[in-house]
């Protein structure tokens, strides 16, 4: 999974896609409402062979907490799908309007809806679950790696493929907008308590690849660390 990861930023020339609306998606799988909010809404996109998988993928989009958009990353998720695993691209409430930890529990409502509708969406009983997040999205899931239950989720999380996603918080020090746009997410919650690195514990069962450019200029690559 992690080579195939590597694979599909490679085919979409190493940036990830900027608003590729979804192709050849049948229209009922668009925009799937997993709750009662606007933005609760996802994409699916089933295995291109058709047959169940054992694996469910879970996109998470970026746009420093306070934007971004799940066709972001169509062309990712169209990938997986591609190598026939099952795929949801997902939105999420946005801060400021939304503050943490809303954006955890849309996972865990996203993860509650497919699973009870896991023959819709082309899933095998005791399917595993990927995570994969871009900024944002990757911090995200990092966070919700680490602390499934606390965001109310009763599946454990197999793997987080984490890209330019800062984790530890606490001495993340963006500067400008990214750095309004943190506050504006985390309210009066700790930087500690949003900070995956810090929340990490003894037992932890979930792998992670954690993955920044070297001239990333948002994200340091000290922050490469779980």
């Known amino acids: 999974l992690v080579l195939l990861f590597v694979r599909g930023i490679i085919k979409n020339n190493q940036n990830l896609p900027d608003n590729d609306l979804p192709n050849d998606i049948p229209e009922n799988n668009l925009d799937i409402a997993y709750g009662d909010y606007p933005k609760q809404t996802l994409d699916f996109y089933a ?8 694996t469910l993928v879970i996109v998470v989009h970026g746009g420093a907490w306070i934007a971004g958009d799940k066709n972001y990353l169509a062309n990712v998720a169209g990938f997986f799908s591609e190598q026939n695993y099952a795929v949801m691209n997902m939105n999420y ?6 503050k943490y930890d809303t954006q955890l529990r849309d996972i865990t409502s996203v993860i509650s809806y497919v699973n009870s509708n896991n023959e819709r969406f082309k899933l095998n009983p005791n399917y595993k ?9 990757a911090h995200l899931s990092d966070l ?5 239950s606390y965001y109310g989720g009763n599946k454990n999380i197999d793997y987080v493929v984490s890209l330019a996603g800062p984790t530890d918080i606490s001495v993340y020090n963006p500067e400008g ?4 746009a943190l506050d504006a997410f985390r309210g009066d919650v700790s930087k500690e308590e949003i900070s995956p690195s810090r929340n990490v514990p003894m037992n932890e069962k979930t792998k992670f690849l954690l993955m920044v450019g070297t001239n990333d200029n948002l994200v340091p690559e000290e922050q490469v660390t779980l």
């Open 93 to 98: 409430r946005l801060a400021p309007a939304w």
């Open 47 to 54: 295995p291109e062979n058709n047959a169940n998988s054992d």
């Open 144 to 148: 919700y790696g680490v602390r499934e």
């Open 129 to 137: 679950i990927v995570l994969i997040g871009h900024s944002a999205g």
């Open 177 to 180: 907008e990214i750095d309004r």
